[in-house]
């Protein structure tokens, strides 16, 4: 079995700490505690398996960096980065355990985010239970909120940290497996699809056409949807995309909530894995309730979801930029890539008699995908007169994929 790494601040945390890893070692499983302090020695009677001495000499300007660091949060910073070095640098990870508050939290779960997607991942927190995108983003690591601080133990503590240690003992005991048995393994190839409830119609359409040859994988276009496609496309875990939603550049260029990052479609260049792409949901820029709107928008054309959603019909000169910004991070893309574009309208609203139904934006965006792609041999632009939820256009994604991936396989194009 392999072993669960317990991480934290023996300096401040080291009775908490020792007691998960007592825990876990109870219930057979190898347990390694590692401080991460950054305020001084060890507290109290538990002693580290690895001190933070040999955890901050693995950050690249060694540990007298880290030591010498000029605030709390530039070594709290630097020693997330020595964990996540010294983490990678591990053979016999089967999970990993913190426990923590904010600067904790920030340390830990910067060195999980980097784990593969997957491996058991549990951090107790004080902040557990606020905004939690920022120690999340795109990974599958899980957050237990502490109750009380962690600051002691007490009749609170035990039982939230006795049910933590219990949660990872399962995770790294019960092995991948179905209910009957057999391996969870799959030998279908992977691929990635985008989806928006907007697009819904047309991703479940994909699906049954393309499951008898793939595992397809569904990724909700929320902004963190999009970074976990690319994670894992990065980490070779998917082998081909079809990027269908691509609604979180509306956001990431107007201010919506569901925003990409700004290395969106990164790991496509990077990879140059087969890729089919589209303009599903490119017509909305999602906030909050309609009072978080932002007052600049007030007298735009607006679509209630739901009473948390509210959709705001992207403008011509937005949907210009889209389409230039897209066509600009696809050019970077040397791998087979196929733009297909849906002239009918790109979402479930966006059709004739519909709330976003707006030809001359829809216009605005695809000439500016047009203009701005630089086609070649392997980079190629199609428009079709059908929507987005059409059959009959996926057939056309499932057949320009199956196409690419054919080509892919007959002449790789990755370095991986």
Same mark, same amino acid.
Request: a negative charge.
């Given at each position: ?59 690249? /300007? ?57 491996? +058991? ?129 509306? /956001? ?10 700004? /290395? ?9 894995? +087969? ?23 007030? &007298? ?20 210009? &930029? ?5 066509? &600009? ?60 939820? /059409? ?26």
């Amino acid at each position: 079995m392999r072993t669960v790494y317990v991480i934290g601040t023996c300096d401040t945390k080291g009775a908490e700490l020792g007691f998960v890893r007592e825990r876990l070692r109870s219930a057979g499983v190898p347990a390694v505690l590692v401080d991460v302090g950054t305020l001084g020695e060890p507290r109290g009677h538990v002693q580290p398996d690895v001190d933070a001495g040999t955890v901050a000499a693995c950050h690249p /300007d060694g540990a007298h960096a880290v030591r010498h660091a000029p605030d709390r949060g530039a070594a709290i910073a630097m020693m997330g980065h020595a964990l996540s070095r010294f983490m990678a640098a591990r053979d016999d990870v089967g999970g990993m355990i913190g426990l923590g508050g904010s600067g904790n939290t920030a340390l830990v779960t910067a060195a999980m985010r980097a784990q593969p997607v997957g491996l +058991p991942k549990l951090m107790v927190s004080t902040v557990a239970s606020g905004n939690v995108a920022p120690y999340v983003g795109a990974s599958d690591l899980l957050l237990m909120y502490s109750v009380v601080d962690i600051a002691g133990l007490n009749r609170i503590s035990r039982a939230i940290l006795s049910n933590a240690a219990n949660a990872m003992v399962g995770m790294v005991k019960r092995d991948a497996t179905r209910e009957d048995g057999s391996p969870a393994t799959d030998s279908r190839p992977t691929v990635g699809i985008t989806m928006f409830g907007v697009t819904t119609p047309a991703v479940d359409q994909l699906r049954e056409r393309l499951e008898g040859e793939y595992e397809c994988l569904v990724f909700h276009a929320t902004g963190t949807g999009g970074q976990s496609l690319e994670k894992l496309i990065d980490s070779g875990m998917i082998e081909g995309a079809i990027d269908l939603t691509t609604t979180e550049v509306a /956001d990431f260029l107007a201010g919506g909530v569901f925003p990409c990052l700004a /290395d969106r479609f990164g790991a496509i260049a990077r990879t140059k894995v +087969p890729y089919v792409v589209s303009c599903g949901a490119l017509d909305m820029v999602n906030f909050g309730a309609p009072e978080s709107v932002p007052a600049r928008y007030a &007298q735009r054309l607006f679509y209630p979801h739901n009473p948390q959603v509210t959709l705001m019909r992207t403008s011509v000169e937005e949907c210009r &930029q889209i389409g230039a910004w897209i066509a &600009q991070r696809l050019n970077r893309c040397e791998g087979p890539v196929r733009l297909l574009i849906p002239e009918r309208g790109v979402s479930a609203i966006d059709a004739e008699g519909m709330p976003f139904y707006d030809p001359d934006a829809d216009r605005a965006l695809f000439e500016a995908l047009e203009a701005t792609l630089q086609t070649t041999p392997a980079r190629r632009i199609e428009r079709l007169p059908l929507h987005i939820n /059409d059959a009959a256009f996926a057939d056309a994604v499932v057949a320009a994929y199956r196409e690419l991936a054919g080509s892919h396989l007959r002449h790789p194009l990755t370095t991986r």
